[in-house]
């Protein structure tokens, strides 16, 4: 009986011992607020390279060449959900530089790692497809031009994972914002734009990247509606007033507030929709056709309902943009 006991005691000390070194190494490996930044600084200095195919945040050479030799952009939202996406990033990583605490940034290190990945996928695409620009028959460039820009937008969607991910660190650890509004400050404010324009932006990217592929479908309603929002949250300007010309529409940024609560909720059914349904493959396999879509996948008009809903026909995301642009201007 007493070696048994001698025994259990020296197995629990074996393990607790085990359980600390796991405990230590653990904490180890956690990146550290001073990583991430560098990580981040690397990354951000990488696409600023003069050879990169990203140039003011957007894509170098997204264009097809016409039959007649000359060249027409692919896509211009694209380039604008690129913009959004890596202006956030390069303004907002230095917060993560001098902290004295450290966070859990796994996300942000995950999608980080993924990021690097794709751009050098696309980084070969873009200059496998500058070698053969010149004299190239528009068959053969766009046959290039097609593989850049499925790389192109591969890189572009998990840049909205790292730059969501990058946020929601901002606003839930380091909290750059005062969410309740009690007081504003202008660069409170205008951080504020920056955090919903991306998120904005992240429903378009969904929508146009993910369930239209990337392909313009310029007569359809749900495709213009979203390229329409995109564009209007593009424009809403920072503020450049006094603080207490600022004051005065603190009341507008709680109300404000309370509709993005209402569209986050609206985000979750919108979310599952288009992870479950596709646009594209309502208008290219079924021709547009929603009784026969409906035949091969179950609730397939409830998803589109609730993603023309919040694009296009109760403007549900038109509205939240125009109330952010009509606050977001300095007339009074």
Do not use: H, P, W
Not at 132 to 158: C, P, V
Not at 229 to 258: M, R
């Amino acid at each position: 009986m007493i070696k048994a006991k001698k025994s259990l005691v020296f197995v629990l000390c074996a393990l607790l011992v085990v359980f600390s070194a796991i405990l230590m190494f653990g904490c180890n490996e956690q990146t550290s607020s001073k990583e991430i930044y560098n990580k981040l600084d690397s990354f951000v200095a990488d696409i600023n390279q003069e050879t990169s195919f990203i140039e003011n945040n957007q894509f170098k050479e997204f264009n097809k060449k016409k039959d007649d030799g000359q060249f027409e952009e692919i896509d211009s939202n694209c380039q604008l959900l690129s913009k959004i996406a890596l202006d956030f990033i390069q303004d907002y990583y230095f917060n993560f530089n001098n902290l004295n605490e450290n966070y859990d940034y796994s996300a942000i290190s995950s999608n980080l790692d993924q990021a690097v990945e794709f751009f050098n996928k696309t980084q070969q695409s873009y200059e496998d497809l500058v070698q053969i620009k010149e004299g190239s028959t528009s068959l053969i460039y766009n046959g290039f031009a097609t593989k850049y820009q499925s790389d192109s937008l591969d890189f572009l969607k998990n840049i909205y994972n790292l730059a969501l991910s990058v946020k929601d660190a901002l606003l839930n650890d380091i909290k750059i914002i005062n969410e309740d509004f009690s007081e504003i400050s202008i660069n409170e404010a205008n951080q504020y734009l920056d955090c919903i324009r991306l998120d904005i932006a992240s429903d378009c990217q969904k929508l146009l990247l993910s369930s239209y592929k990337g392909e313009k479908f310029s007569d359809n309603s749900i495709y213009l509606s979203a390229s329409s929002i995109l564009n209007k949250i593009y424009n809403v300007q920072y503020f450049f007033i006094t603080e207490d010309s600022i004051a005065d529409k603190q009341e507008g940024f709680v109300n404000l507030k309370d509709v993005e609560k209402k569209i986050k909720e609206e985000r979750v059914n919108l979310e599952k929709s288009l992870n479950n349904f596709s646009m594209y493959n309502l208008l290219v396999n079924f021709n547009g056709n929603i009784d026969q879509y409906s035949a091969s996948l179950e609730d397939a008009k409830n998803y589109y309902q609730k993603i023309e809903n919040y694009f296009a026909s109760n403007k549900i995301l038109d509205s939240f943009v125009s109330q952010i642009s009509n606050l977001y201007s300095t007339e009074k």
